[in-house]
């Protein structure tokens, strides 16, 4: 059995409430999913909180995971990136409203730790060379999006193209990282 049909297999177990699977899937994929919270909010503690949230939501949402023939982490990476940036984006409404995320930050330690940063240091440059192969503009969206937190409008304004336009420079730029990436 492969690691991913494990993974899928995993998954099918958490719907039916088994507590033993849900721990081998966060033991198998915890590291992977922080280094994406990590990443996108660039805090830690925050990242940590974050994490606890997504596999709530796993827990809860099991049951919606349909086998299409994709990766089950890739279900799972966008329900960890789709939560970090709607962090993010509270986050900086919090701010522009004149919060206290500044003292909150001030008690927080931001320093990752050396699995987390062995983890984002090895998929950070694959990410990065992957990028490279994309166009300047389409790389520039794709940072904007997934690790900026930048809606496609803002992205569309930003390049100047169509809405729909810049929905599909992301499409594509995202398959032609996934092409990379498994290589």
Same mark, same amino acid.
């Given at each position: ?30 590291? *992977?999913?922080?280094?994406? !919270?990590? +990443? ?12 606890? #949230?997504?596999? %709530?939501? %796993? ?7 349909? %086998? ?12 960890? +990136? ?6 993010? +984006?509270?986050?900086? *409404? ?20 050396? #699995? ?13 060379? !992957?990028?490279? #192969?994309? #166009?300047?503009? +389409?790389?520039?969206? %794709? ?34 990282? *996934?092409? !990379?990436?498994?290589?």
């Amino acid at each position: 059995m492969s690691r991913l049909t494990e993974i899928e297999a995993m998954i099918a177990r958490i719907a039916l409430g088994d507590r033993d699977a849900f721990g081998a899937l966060y033991d198998a994929t915890s590291a *992977k999913l922080f280094g994406i !919270c990590l +990443r996108v909010l660039s805090n830690r503690a925050e990242a940590e909180d974050a994490l606890q #949230e997504i596999y %709530v939501k %796993v827990w809860h949402n099991a049951g919606r995971y349909q %086998v299409n023939g994709l990766s089950p982490m890739t279900w799972l990476i966008t329900i960890a +990136r789709n939560h970090a940036i709607d962090r993010l +984006r509270m986050r900086r *409404k919090a701010e522009s409203r004149g919060g206290d995320m500044d003292a909150v930050a001030a008690m927080a330690d931001t320093a990752p730790g050396p #699995e987390a940063l062995a983890v984002a240091a090895s998929d950070s440059a694959q990410i990065e060379r !992957c990028l490279t #192969e994309l #166009e300047p503009d +389409r790389a520039g969206a %794709v940072r904007g999006a997934y690790l900026a937190g930048d809606s496609y409008a803002d992205l569309a304004a930003r390049y100047d193209v169509p809405l729909n336009t810049m929905r599909t420079w992301l499409r594509r730029s995202l398959m032609r990282l *996934k092409e !990379c990436l498994t290589r």
